[in-house]
């Protein structure tokens, strides 16, 4: 891979600003130390935050919910790369490329799950890929936040189409998890589509909603 490998392990309070490779960022490699794996269940949620990153807010809601892993969208922070949380919590993070402080995606790692990170890649600003090691087989997170239902379509269409392709690009065995904000109206269906939606949606749903609840069959998705 010509990507860059992170320091490992990260000290808190620093950052590791990574390339713009189109490879995976290999952070367990063979010369870093070996790859723990998962050994029980997770907690997993995810968190539009609508801001700039708040080292001290994403602290406080992981514990208080303890959380092992966290998707953050509309983070507003530029560039890519890694961060120690105070609370020894792993940030990866992915943002735009011209400095400008919208979109933005991050995901959040407990000490717990930290270290059976196999690799990850940000996709600009609005997808990130990372790589968990699990006992019995790994598991693979995407977080997305997509365009809204006004943006125009060719924003709406490339997204979408890389979404496809970084889901297309998971090992088939992997178990696939897609968190993030989809912007999505889903209505209040939620018996056609059981374990994708709840029962409390006030909205009527919107052309999003069946690009998002089509993923029920092959995802876990958290939306």
Request: charged share 25%; with cysteine; glycine share 8%.
């Amino acid at each position: 891979s010509s990507g860059i490998n992170a320091e490992w392990p990260l000290r808190p309070g620093s950052i590791h600003i990574i390339s713009r490779s189109q490879d995976i960022t290999a952070v367990n490699s063979v010369q870093s130390k070996k790859c723990s794996f998962i050994k029980s269940s997770l907690k997993i949620s995810t968190w539009n935050i609508r801001g700039q990153v708040n080292h001290l807010k994403l602290k406080e809601i992981t514990i208080k919910y303890q959380l092992d892993v966290l998707g953050v969208t509309e983070t507003h922070k530029p560039g890519s790369g890694t961060e120690v949380l105070d609370s020894g919590a792993l940030m990866l993070y992915s943002g735009r490329s011209d400095g400008t402080r919208r979109q933005g995606v991050a995901l959040v790692l407990s000490k717990k799950v930290q270290d059976a990170l196999i690799s990850y890649k940000p996709y600009l600003e609005r997808l990130l890929y990372a790589r968990l090691h699990s006992r019995h087989i790994n598991i693979s997170i995407v977080v997305a936040y997509a365009p809204t239902e006004v943006a125009r379509k060719l924003e709406k269409d490339s997204f979408y189409g890389q979404l496809a392709n970084v889901l297309d690009d998971i090992p088939g065995h992997d178990i696939t998890i897609l968190i993030g904000d989809f912007n999505a109206q889903v209505g209040q269906d939620w018996e056609s589509h059981r374990g994708v939606i709840g029962k409390h949606s006030y909205h009527k749903k919107n052309n999003k909603k069946e690009k998002s609840t089509d993923c029920d069959s092959a995802l876990i998705p958290l939306l």
